[in-house]
């Protein structure tokens, strides 16, 4: 299946086992990736594909990339491809076990569960405004990011972006059923910006065919952002609306 190949090519990226086992060599990938060091492969927390079921969700979130918590249950390189497999796929809940408790808090090294984890929070948030009513975190929408490896502040983001971007953004997105792509962020807007040739001050695009698939891409800031954040306030009623008409 298309799906779990790039799945496991993504979370097995050769260029961040490249750095992991040279971290001198020159690779743009490496400072993101030596973040992690001195672990050793057994103990690096995989770049990370998507979080729920891509294939299917109606809304996709793409931010830059994601930050980094050790305390947090999360595959490693020696993870089974099954476990991998159920972790990304079923992270949101159906998996073996719940990796996210209600869409918001992670599964701990010791058996308990996070506090709500703000990012998580917002983008449920998000498409709670978009299918204005309760949703299926996993199955209503899925994330994914510009830059597959973690790191705090973006660290080694700006380094590895053109490679990751080039390798992974685009089979991404065309293996996604989504007809909302909301892109959280400015990194990210101005990657999916110059990517598709949309108007930098643009909010929507206009519905743009990426495999299969017609879907639309919003803009908005990141929820760390102190701005306004939800589509209320940084979209017109018009454009709130042409993405909820695509939707139902």
């Not at 779990?4 to 971290?23: F, Y």
């Not at 400015?186 to 930098?200: P, Y």
Request: glycine share 4%.
């Amino acid at each position: 299946m298309y799906e779990k190949k790039l799945l496991h090519e993504i979370v097995h990226c050769p260029h961040a086992r490249k750095c992991l086992e040279a971290p001198s060599i020159e690779n743009p990938c490496c400072e993101i990736v030596s973040y992690q060091r001195p672990l050793d492969l057994a103990e690096f927390q995989v770049p990370e594909p998507w979080s729920g079921h891509i294939e299917q969700a109606p809304i996709l979130f793409l931010s830059s990339n994601l930050s980094i918590d050790s305390d947090e249950v999360y595959p490693t390189w020696h993870w089974s491809d099954n476990d991998i497999d159920d972790y990304f796929s079923h992270r949101f809940g159906g998996g073996q076990k719940d990796w996210i408790m209600n869409g918001t808090k992670s599964l701990l090294r010791d058996g308990t569960y996070s506090h709500a984890v703000k990012f998580w929070a917002a983008v449920r948030q998000r498409a709670i405004e978009l299918l204005q009513r309760d949703v299926n975190p996993g199955n209503d929408y899925a994330l994914t990011e510009i830059v597959h490896c973690k790191s705090p502040a973006e660290i080694g983001v700006a380094q590895a972006q053109d490679q990751c971007v080039d390798a992974y953004l685009l089979r991404t997105l065309e293996l996604s059923r989504a007809k909302v792509v909301v892109v959280l962020g400015t990194r990210a807007k101005q990657v999916i910006q110059s990517q598709f040739n949309i108007s930098s001050t643009a909010s929507i695009s206009e519905s743009i065919k990426i495999g299969k698939h017609e879907r639309f891409f919003a803009f908005l800031p990141h929820p760390n952002a102190r701005s306004y954040r939800s589509f209320a306030k940084c979209l017109q009623d018009d454009e709130l609306e042409r993405l909820r008409a695509s939707l139902r």
